[in-house]
């Protein structure tokens, strides 16, 4: 466990998504904010200022880590959010060493599902549709809907895993795992 201890000394990648930005960048760049909030808060203000933004219609995704050769080869939206997603959680669980493989981060998706791992599916989002409610957008702004709360029991794993599975992880303890399988969501 050591990595918990020595993490607030290091560097890491965080992917960070948002349409709310002003009450935060006032916060961490204010005299008044922690030296190191300070920092990465000035650093993501400038970042946004330097950037451009790309203007997307009415069906396009914001799609991180989607180069455009992947748009030329796969042309199926819900597919390139999958990739999205697997390439988002290699900031977490590999390194991005430049190799492309569209199947390995398809692969990564789906295990991220299977296990209810569901932060990566934050960043993806398309413009929310006229028949959606508007908890689709999630932490985001209303006009969007946000891939994540797009997928079903995002927000219940209980309805991802089996009943032995959440036994075994609760070490072997059946009455636990019913305990925890009852509680209302």
């Not at 997307?56 to 819900?78: A, F, K, M, N, S």
């Not at 959606?132 to 029991?153: I, M, T």
């Amino acid at each position: 466990h050591v990595n918990r201890i020595l993490e607030p000394y290091g560097f890491h990648t965080v992917i960070v998504t948002g349409t709310h930005w002003r009450n935060f960048l006032a916060l961490r760049c204010s005299r008044n904010a922690q030296p190191e909030a300070q920092d990465f808060g000035l650093a993501i203000a400038k970042a946004m200022q330097a950037s451009a933004s790309k203007e997307l219609d009415t069906e396009g995704w914001h799609l991180p880590y989607v180069q455009e050769e992947d748009l030329r080869e796969i042309t199926d939206p819900e597919t390139l959010a999958k990739i999205s997603a697997g390439r988002c959680a290699r900031v977490s669980y590999l390194t991005q060493d430049g190799r492309r493989s569209l199947d390995a981060d398809i692969t990564m998706c789906r295990r991220l599902l299977e296990g209810g791992h569901m932060s990566p599916f934050e960043h993806q989002a398309r413009p929310r549709r006229f028949n959606e409610p508007s908890g689709v957008s999630g932490n985001l702004h209303p006009p969007w809907a946000q891939h994540r709360k797009l997928l079903p029991s995002e927000n219940d794993f209980s309805r991802l895993i089996s009943s032995s599975e959440l036994t075994e992880g609760c070490r072997g303890d059946n009455s636990l795992a019913k305990f925890i399988l009852s509680l209302t969501s």
